[in-house]
């Protein structure tokens, strides 16, 4: 008489089950992506070799937006380099040249 009722509680519960185990799953994959970011700043940070003073100087300057987006050569320029920032740009510029030129040469 209740054959309906009962598949549908048995069909709640395994959607349930279901749903429990997704969200196991979520929360694994997101403390893994969480884990990785850590690892890749820590790495990146590694690899400029700073102080740590340095550390929280640069991220005080990105945190009021004293830096400017990431160059194409995925190095940061400061909004601060310089009084009216040619000297640094005509500096970039020409490291850029610099290393097309010296790409040219091993071009086959």
Do not use: W
């Not at 997704?22 to 700043?41: F, G, M, P, V």
């Not at 009021?64 to 987006?69: C, E, H, N, T």
Request: with cysteine; glycine share 4%.
């Amino acid at each position: 008489m209740f054959e309906r009722l009962d598949k549908l509680r048995e069909e709640v519960r395994h959607c349930e089950k279901r749903r429990d185990l997704a969200e196991e799953r979520l929360k694994t994959a997101q403390a893994k992506l969480k884990e990785a970011e850590a690892s890749q700043i820590l790495s990146d940070v590694g690899a400029m070799k700073l102080t740590p003073e340095e550390v929280a100087k640069l991220l005080q300057l990105a945190a009021s937006d004293g830096l400017k987006a990431p160059a194409t050569n995925g190095t940061s320029v400061s909004k601060e380099s310089s009084g009216n920032g040619s000297d640094t740009e005509s500096s970039y510029e020409s490291d850029v040249d610099k290393e097309d030129t010296e790409n040219e040469n091993y071009e086959i």
